[in-house]
């Protein structure tokens, strides 16, 4: 994928807000929640694809800073201390055009485990039940 150089990032701080804008005029604002749990980090999408490991009470994480690296990329300080994912070009378009399906995976995943936008503790009444053998 050779994604367009964007040609404004801004942080709207208040709002939780990473602002994606492109020469053609496509424009995407993506919260920091949403930036955080979809980390291109090894910690959360592993080193084999396939979803990205679920990460819950992240509703109130805001992005500390954001640092260019090279030209292809930047790396965003999370205030909750996370900072090892590097949002490559390519990266932050893939977030921007599929932004609604997977925000909507990622409640549903959520829901799925117990778990919570509030708290990453997942809900025993969620955990599968334990297998006793009839008989």
């Not at 150089?5 to 807000?17: E, M, N």
């Not at 990329?73 to 390519?90: E, I, K, N, P, Q």
Request: net charge neutral.
């Amino acid at each position: 994928m050779n994604a367009p150089v964007p040609t404004r990032l801004l942080l709207h701080k208040a709002s939780r807000l990473l602002e994606v804008g492109y020469a053609d005029g496509s424009c995407y604002q993506l919260p920091c929640e949403y930036l955080r749990v979809y980390s291109p980090s090894a910690e959360v999408r592993g080193h084999g694809g396939g979803e990205p490991m679920l990460v819950g009470g992240k509703r109130n994480v805001n992005i500390a800073a954001v640092e260019p690296v090279g030209r292809y990329a930047v790396r965003l300080r999370f205030d909750d201390g996370h900072d090892t994912g590097l949002y490559s070009w390519d990266i932050l378009r893939e977030l921007g055009e599929n932004q609604q399906a997977w925000w909507a995976r990622y409640l549903e995943r959520l829901a799925e485990h117990g778990m919570s936008r509030e708290s990453d503790v997942t809900k025993l009444s969620a955990l599968p039940k334990k297998y006793t053998p009839q008989g």
